[in-house]
């Protein structure tokens, strides 16, 4: 229980340290995104609905993003139909949705509860568990996804491991992040 404990408390502190560089109240930039495909193919999944170049049977997709302010990474994703911005962040174990993007997705708080609770920099918080119909990044989309709505407030959602643990891969070249699927 200590060793969970102490992993969601680094998972805070990095989230905290990524959101203290952040500008205050000004919306992060709309990220510059390319995609492009790459002939290797994904290993299969059920889950990932995949559409490969038309001229190659074999190619999967690779969704690239330029770093924003501070060298952070942000990505525009449709979560049920509704676009949302997203702080890319791998110590995450959740997506994480503030408030506001939860009411924009059709999630009511007086429906939400608040089961979870995280230790955070600024003390504990609580969050919400929920599951996204769909989480769409490009070409890309999960479906049934799981995530949690932050009780407390956040200058922006977090696109945490429970996105990026079912790419074909991540990284980051030359200062850019690929998403692989």
Do not use: C
């Amino acid at each position: 229980m200590l060793r969970l404990a102490l992993g969601y408390l680094a998972i805070v502190i990095v989230a905290a340290i990524g959101f203290s560089s952040l500008p205050e109240k000004s919306p992060p930039k709309r990220p510059v995104a390319l995609e492009r495909h790459v002939p290797e193919p994904p290993a299969a999944e059920e889950d990932v609905a995949h559409e490969p170049a038309e001229d190659d049977d074999d190619a999967y997709v690779q969704y690239i993003v330029e770093p924003g302010p501070g060298g952070h990474y942000v990505i525009e994703a449709l979560v049920n139909g509704t676009p949302v911005q997203f702080l890319v962040d791998t110590g995450a174990s959740d997506i994480v949705l503030t408030m506001e993007d939860a009411e924009r997705i059709g999630l009511h708080p007086r429906t939400l509860r608040f089961t979870r609770r995280f230790a955070t920099a600024n003390g504990e918080v609580r969050g919400a568990p929920v599951i996204l119909r769909e989480i769409r990044v490009g070409q890309f989309s999960l479906f049934d996804v799981s995530a949690s709505v932050n009780e407390a407030p956040l200058p922006v959602s977090l696109l945490g491991m429970s996105f990026l643990g079912r790419l074909n891969g991540y990284q980051v070249e030359n200062g850019r992040l690929v998403l692989n699927w």
